[in-house]
């Protein structure tokens, strides 16, 4: 009977051309190199910023937040959406105590540092993943 698994990796890759065609030549921890149609890998890995493999930086959490959508809720609050390259979404709302004091741009923007606080832990535990493993010592 087959089963279905979920695996992490972490890769060190470089572009290359295969039979004409573009993908990434891959270096495992091991050593082991394949080839990965571009397509392929780019949908699998993503790309740390400045190749680093021990930390997640502020970029690197801009960059995995593919689209953020904003509208006001109501005459004193403002609703953000994010939505990251794994089509995981997040919500967050910020609110005001006096409707004639509302911002939207600045609610807007703690709402969106708030969701940020919360997706860089996130990639922190994949990374983890990635780097140990299941069964770290």
Not at 4 to 15: F, I, N, Q, R, S
Not at 16 to 45: L, M, R, T
Not at 94 to 122: F, Q
Request: charged share 25%; net charge negative; with cysteine.
């Amino acid at each position: 009977m087959t089963k279905t698994y979920l695996g992490v990796k972490m890769v060190t890759a470089w572009e290359q051309e295969k039979d004409g065609k573009p993908g990434y030549a891959v270096k495992y921890s091991d050593g082991y190199i394949s080839w990965s149609p571009k397509d392929v890998f780019e949908a699998a890995y993503f790309c740390l910023e400045d190749g680093h493999n021990n930390k997640i930086v502020q970029n690197d959490v801009d960059a995995f937040i593919g689209k953020i959508t904003d509208s006001q809720l109501d005459e004193k609050t403002t609703i953000v959406t994010a939505e990251t390259l794994t089509g995981f979404r997040q919500y967050e709302v910020s609110s005001c105590v006096d409707p004639a004091n509302y911002d939207h741009a600045l609610g807007v923007s703690i709402a969106t540092e708030r969701i940020k606080d919360r997706i860089w832990p996130m990639l922190g535990f994949v990374l983890q993943w990635a780097v140990k493993g299941l069964k770290a010592a």
